[in-house]
């Protein structure tokens, strides 16, 4: 049974700094690409970053671009969105994800297994 729990969440003010954790599990993770994507109230999900199976490729929504950083711990089925200067625009509920890959999509169609979502609310 695939599962994927994201972690971390929770309220910050702007400026801030959060690092959001997801552990997965009934997975080869290290064959997996992983990305993680945000919902906010009445938006769709969209995408926020991704990493490839290895750990050497990262690709980031121009949104998020110099404040983000994702990285992963093979040895840990981890992967981590460390999540810098923070701003209310950033307030949704933040969606871990896995994709048999190979390549980093931006879209969630080419995503399999996904997480419960953790919150994430910035305050001003």
């Known amino acids: 049974q695939v599962q994927l729990v994201e972690s971390g969440g929770g309220l910050v003010q702007a400026g801030g700094s959060l690092r959001l954790s997801c552990a997965a599990s009934?997975?080869?993770?290290?064959?997996?690409?992983m990305g993680w994507f945000r919902q906010a109230p009445g938006k769709e999900r969209e995408f926020v970053a991704a990493?490839?199976?290895?750990?050497?490729?990262?690709t980031y929504a121009d949104s998020v671009k110099g404040r983000f950083t994702i990285s992963r711990d093979n040895a840990k089925n981890t992967v981590y969105l460390q999540m810098n200067s923070l701003n209310p625009e950033d307030t949704a509920v933040y969606y871990c994800a896995a994709s048999l890959g190979p390549q980093l999509y931006y879209s969630r169609d080419y995503y399999q297994y996904w997480g419960q979502g953790t919150q994430v609310t910035v305050s001003s």
């Open positions: 990493i490839s199976w290895s750990g050497s490729s990262t």
């Open positions: 009934g997975l080869t993770f290290s064959r997996l690409v």
